[in-house]
């Protein structure tokens, strides 16, 4: 588990590993799936547009997806709690139903041909899944069960991970005192990552930024500095200020623990990195994930250089997949079975594997090749204007 990789020198940006596993997606799917346009003489321009136009509506589809199936944690907590993704919160199923949507409004408005484009994309789907699990392990979302601590491959999440979290509410393993917060509520609840991860030098670094950049104002203004570096100054102050009510939240409940037991937050701070108050050993569900992805991806690719008929390769992705997700959901515990028995995701795998049957029986009745799939015919470069030369001048 890796939520930030580092931060941006000088400018104290997180680059965070789920982010980044997107990116790599979006911009390795698109561009193979462009090289595949190329081959089969479609337009690539296009399937840009496409890959931009499904990044956008595969996060909103995701993200909505996500908060209407788990509405219970966001009821009350604001529009911001709704659109931060940054810690994770996006279901495959709502991106690629958002995404498809979106993608076919877009080929039906370009009387391009959806069989076509949905085959060149659905290769690059599976890539860009295998990938976005990868961030789903750094993350430390959609864990897998509790697995034999000999498999060699087992993992554990570190403490106040969400998987350790789910096994200390179901009893699986216990915590010290000094680590659960009684809220006035009567719920208790163990310290989050944030505060424990959050160490004394950068608690006083806060302290020290603010006293740092409040000094340097008053002594312009006793300078009788100009009006752009008081400006600039009190805006660093503010933003110290800011930072500092950010920290606060986080900071209170280690105080109070600290107080409570005596123990300094330092020491806290090492007993939340012992390792027994890990996960118990589980299945890197994730990575069974993205082997799946990349493997279905190789595989849709090889079939789309050997079919003969359109539509073809993103049927058998609609049979495929929704398969394999079933399975998945097995070794899965991080989603309720409320759906019927069965889970969201097994529950949307059932309706497209049924999807997959009737689209691969619609395809059949259709032409081997799709009408509207017109050989794309890059467009002529002007030519260079040629300066007109001056005519020879006649001799008397």
């Not at 081959?39 to 509506?57: E, M, Q, S, T, W």
């Not at 163990?190 to 740092?212: A, Y």
């Not at 309706?351 to 081997?368: D, E, K, N, Q, T």
């Amino acid at each position: 588990m890796w939520p930030t990789l580092f931060n941006i020198p000088y400018l104290n940006m997180p680059v965070r590993g789920y982010g980044l596993m997107l990116m790599i997606a979006f911009l390795g799917g698109t561009w193979w799936a462009t090289r595949r346009a190329m081959r089969v003489k479609a337009d690539p321009d296009l399937v840009v547009n496409l890959g931009f136009i499904a990044l956008l509506f595969s996060v909103i589809g995701a993200r909505t997806f996500y908060v209407v199936h788990y509405w219970e944690r966001f009821a009350g907590q604001g529009l911001w709690k709704i659109l931060d993704v940054t810690a994770g919160g996006l279901e495959f199923y709502g991106g690629f139903i958002g995404a498809f949507v979106a993608g076919v409004a877009y080929l039906l408005m370009k009387r391009a041909s959806v069989r076509l484009y949905a085959d060149i994309l659905a290769p690059s789907l599976m890539f860009g899944m295998g990938a976005a699990r990868i961030g789903c392990f750094l993350n430390g979302c959609c864990w897998g069960g509790p697995c034999p601590a000999t498999l060699p491959w087992a993992v554990r999440f570190p403490y106040a991970s969400a998987a350790q979290y789910r096994q200390w509410e179901e009893r699986m393993m216990t915590l010290p005192a000094e680590l659960i917060v009684l809220h006035t509520s009567g719920i208790a609840y163990p310290l989050s990552r944030e505060v424990v991860g959050t160490s004394r030098p950068e608690r006083d670094s806060l302290l020290q930024t603010w006293q740092e950049a409040k000094d340097r104002l008053e002594a312009a203004e006793m300078q009788h500095a100009d009006e752009e570096t008081r400006a600039r100054l009190q805006q660093e102050l503010q933003q110290a200020v800011t930072a500092i009510g950010q920290h606060k939240a986080q900071l209170d409940p280690l105080t109070i623990q600290s107080v409570k037991f005596g123990v300094s937050p330092e020491a806290i701070d090492v007993r939340a990195s012992q390792p027994e108050y890990q996960s118990v050993h589980v299945h890197p569900v994730q990575l069974y994930a993205s082997i799946n992805g990349f493997v279905l991806a190789v595989l849709l690719n090889a079939v789309f250089h050997r079919r003969r008929r359109h539509g073809m390769v993103f049927g058998l992705l609609l049979l495929l997949y929704p398969f394999c997700r079933i399975v998945e959901e097995i070794v899965r515990i991080d989603n309720p079975h409320d759906m019927a028995g069965l889970t969201a995701s097994q529950f949307v795998s059932v309706v497209l594997l049924v999807s997959g049957v009737l689209w691969l029986w619609a395809i059949g009745r259709m032409p081997l090749r799709s009408p509207r799939a017109v050989p794309w015919v890059p467009p002529a470069e002007p030519e260079p204007s040629r300066a007109a030369s001056p005519s020879p001048k006649k001799r008397k």
